[in-house]
């Protein structure tokens, strides 16, 4: 099993800036990918970001394609989500997730097909 653990959120305004982070514990793997959605009151949740952990590629939803960079700590286990000109419809909870060792691992959490999931965090953007 894997545990995800997510930390970073709180309350800014528009335009601003927050940076999320992931620590990944228990069964870890060398390679994969692991990423961000979120979930605003009301609405489904979404794919936000995706980075692999050997070549570091990575994707972004077209909403966030500019604002938002993910990056990652493989020697720590972590993954990072800096969030800048914030917009009041980032507002939602924030979850990282993670997918194991096997093909086209990031393809699959991209699409929603999650391994592992974190409790989530809440972002708040006022306007």
């Known amino acids: 099993q894997v545990q995800l653990v997510e930390s970073g959120g709180g309350l800014v305004q528009a335009g601003g800036s927050l940076r999320l982070s992931c620590a990944a514990s228990?069964?870890?793997?060398?390679?994969?990918?692991m990423g961000w959605f979120r979930q605003a009151p009301g609405k489904e949740r979404e794919f936000v970001a995706v980075i692999t952990r050997t070549t570091g590629n990575t994707d972004y939803a077209d909403s966030v394609k500019g604002r938002f960079i993910i990056s990652r700590d493989n020697g720590k286990n972590m993954v990072f989500l800096q969030m800048n000109s914030l917009k009041p419809e980032d507002t939602a909870v924030y979850y990282c997730?993670?997918?194991?060792?096997?093909?086209?691992?990031?393809?699959?959490?991209?699409?929603?097909?999650?391994?592992?999931w974190g409790q989530g965090t809440q972002v708040t953007v006022s306007s």
């Open positions: 228990g069964r870890t793997f060398s390679r994969g990918a």
């Open positions: 997730a993670a997918n194991g060792d096997y093909l086209s691992s990031a393809y699959h959490l991209q699409n929603g097909k999650v391994d592992y």
